[in-house]
């Protein structure tokens, strides 16, 4: 029943080897459900487009254990075949643990797992790591064989082989050293899959390379896909929102950002959304796009704004709309880099700094990482939380909020959260109030359904948006500029 693909580190060629499946996979007309472990948002999206599937992040931390088991049976039985892409190391979790690991969702889900293995500068030592992996715990792992990556010729490949042969441990192939598999990365890590105009044509280069290069006779029966009788396997959304709402006459309209600078969302929040009744419709800041008409609320994702900060300071009607949209009273949800954009200011990659919609008392620039996994309390009653309320997040991000108090800004207060996680002390995070819910935090709705409900519920309450006051004035003529923007999904 499928295979977990990990690795002793981030960067050994986990998303290379699950991309060579999936190309292979397409090539032969099978249909495959992608997965991925923790809260990655960039290699889903290049296994998504690969597969031609949303593939569907598995996180204990965030979702929680029943949550993941049911996604994985239900998604993964509806194809041919089906794959799962580890997280960093594959006993890396929460801090030094092996909570929601690669090893903690393979022994949830018993998947045994192939280890992909960074070889360039090894021969018998390759032995030593790979039964390190193979035989540390808990929890335990069944390793189907190994992968390896950057061998350098075919002596150094009969070397590597001998060694596992010692140890008892199948070589299941090797990923070459090719232009094609070279992948481009940046500060959050690889390039989004958009940033990728070639990506189509590596696609039969992919799969010429898997099935010249890995050992399929063994590789390939560990992709069959989970069995459609599992009694798990029920569609995880109905699932979790339990009986279906009333049907509402119209469906609301809700703007979920949506372009190359705010791209980092869980397929799973659009579809809570509109299996709650609303119709959450695509919008491009970076199109100088207005809100969409009757919007009767707004969703700022995280994404890459500080790439685009120039360009999203230009987009005078956009930042106009989101404006009157706080004027109006919409329900406002912003997280991690959505937050950037309702702030005063925000500092580019270069230092240069940008006017954004200044609803919020700060200012953003680069600063130290802030990564990991975080316990967060609710401080106050708001928009999407209820004081007390507990949830697990997670944070990413290398921009820093400078805060101040000058100037009118949106009625809302600083406190959102009380958060804390390893390695990072109790402190308040996000600001808060009747209509605003601005955080650094991650979520991840299917671990906080309550989140996605009180949502469509304040925008079921909510006036809807009115077009000619918001975006027909002296200074916001006419309709947005045409600029393709990503802005669809």
């Not at 809100?291 to 005078?316: D, F, H, I, M, T």
Request: aromatic share 6%; charged share 15%; proline share 10%.
């Amino acid at each position: 029943m499928s295979c977990l693909i990990a690795a002793p580190t981030s960067g050994s060629g986990k998303t290379l080897l699950s991309l060579l499946l999936a190309a292979l996979a397409r090539q032969r007309g099978l249909s495959l459900q992608p997965f991925k472990v923790g809260p990655d948002y960039l290699d889903p999206q290049l296994l998504s487009r690969v597969a031609g599937r949303p593939c569907r992040n598995l996180d204990p931390l965030l979702c929680g254990p029943a949550w993941v088991q049911r996604c994985f049976a239900w998604h993964g039985s509806r194809c041919d075949l089906a794959l799962v892409e580890g997280v960093m190391g594959l006993f890396d979790g929460r801090g030094p643990s092996s909570e929601g690991s690669s090893a903690a969702v393979a022994a949830l889900l018993d998947l045994p797992v192939v280890l992909v293995v960074e070889a360039s500068r090894q021969a018998g030592s390759l032995a030593a790591l790979v039964r390190g992996f193979r035989d540390h715990g808990p929890p335990a792992v069944r390793l189907a064989g190994v992968v390896l990556n950057k061998v350098s010729s075919p002596r150094h490949r009969a070397l590597l082989a001998e060694a596992l042969e010692a140890i008892g441990v199948p070589l299941l192939g090797v990923l070459p050293a090719a232009e094609v598999l070279d992948l481009p990365s940046r500060h959050l890590g690889l390039v989004s899959a958009a940033e990728l105009p070639d990506l189509d044509e590596r696609l039969p280069h992919w799969a010429a390379l898997a099935a010249e290069h890995l050992d399929l006779t063994q590789l390939w029966p560990l992709l069959a896909a989970p069995p459609r009788h599992d009694p798990l396997a029920v569609d995880p959304i109905a699932w979790l929102l339990g009986p279906a709402p009333a049907p509402r006459p119209e469906p609301l309209p809700l703007a979920i950002a949506s372009d190359a600078a705010f791209q980092f969302r869980y397929p799973e929040a659009l579809e809570l959304l509109r299996a709650l009744g609303a119709d959450p419709q695509p919008w491009s800041p970076l199109a100088d796009q207005p809100l969409p008409k009757s919007c009767r609320a707004v969703v700022l994702p995280g994404g890459y704004p500080e790439l685009w900060a120039a360009e999203l300071a230009g987009a005078s009607r956009a930042l106009a709309s989101l404006r009157q949209a706080a004027a109006h009273g919409l329900p406002l949800v912003a997280e991690c880099g959505g937050l950037l954009v309702l702030g005063r200011q925000l500092a580019d990659a270069q230092g240069h700094w940008h006017a954004m919609a200044g609803l919020l008392p700060f200012s953003a620039e680069r600063g130290a990482l802030s990564l990991g996994y975080r316990d967060a309390i609710a401080a106050a009653d708001g928009l999407l939380t209820r004081a007390g309320e507990r949830c697990c997040g997670h944070e990413f991000h290398r921009w820093q909020l400078q805060r101040d108090v000058a100037g009118p800004v949106v009625a809302s207060r600083f406190g959102l959260w009380q958060l804390e996680g390893w390695g990072c002390s109790l402190h308040e995070e996000g600001w808060t109030a009747p209509n605003v819910h601005a955080s650094w935090l991650h979520l991840h709705w299917a671990g906080c359904p309550e989140i996605p409900r009180r949502l469509v519920a304040a925008a079921a309450t909510a006036a809807p948006l009115p077009w000619a006051d918001a975006f027909c004035s002296p200074a916001n003529p006419g309709p947005s500029r045409s600029v393709s923007a990503g802005g669809s999904w």
